[in-house]
């Protein structure tokens, strides 16, 4: 009995992280939807326009690599700081998903290094 016991709570242990990355996972969305809600919500404003952040402090950067899903849905509903909340009467779950997937789709800029000279 009580080896059974003991393989039955290792085999959750085992399963716990997968199941915390699955929970963590990000729903579907649309990268073209959420550049679209991006703009017309106005993150622009204190996010930049492709989430770089604003250079005066009022906004974080958000992309490339954004934060987790569940991290990034809860700053947006119940926000610290001076955001305004979207709650879901104003901002769907929809649109959040589809804002992620546009976050989650810009790429980084390339190195300074890579970058052609300018030929004068």
Do not use: W
């Amino acid at each position: 009995m009580r080896i059974k016991i003991l393989t039955i709570a290792f085999l959750l242990a085992a399963a716990m992280p997968a199941m915390a990355q699955e929970k963590d996972k990000a729903p579907a969305g649309s990268a073209e939807n959420g550049h679209t809600v991006y703009m017309k919500y106005m993150c622009y404003t204190c996010h930049g326009t492709v989430g770089q952040g604003a250079d005066r402090g009022t906004g974080p950067k958000l992309a490339p690599n954004p934060v987790s899903f569940a991290s990034f849905q809860a700053q947006l509903r119940t926000p610290r700081q001076d955001m305004p909340p979207y709650r879901k009467e104003f901002v769907s779950d929809q649109e959040v998903a589809d804002l992620y997937a546009y976050l989650a789709s810009i790429k980084p800029s390339p190195a300074a290094k890579e970058l052609p000279l300018p030929n004068f």
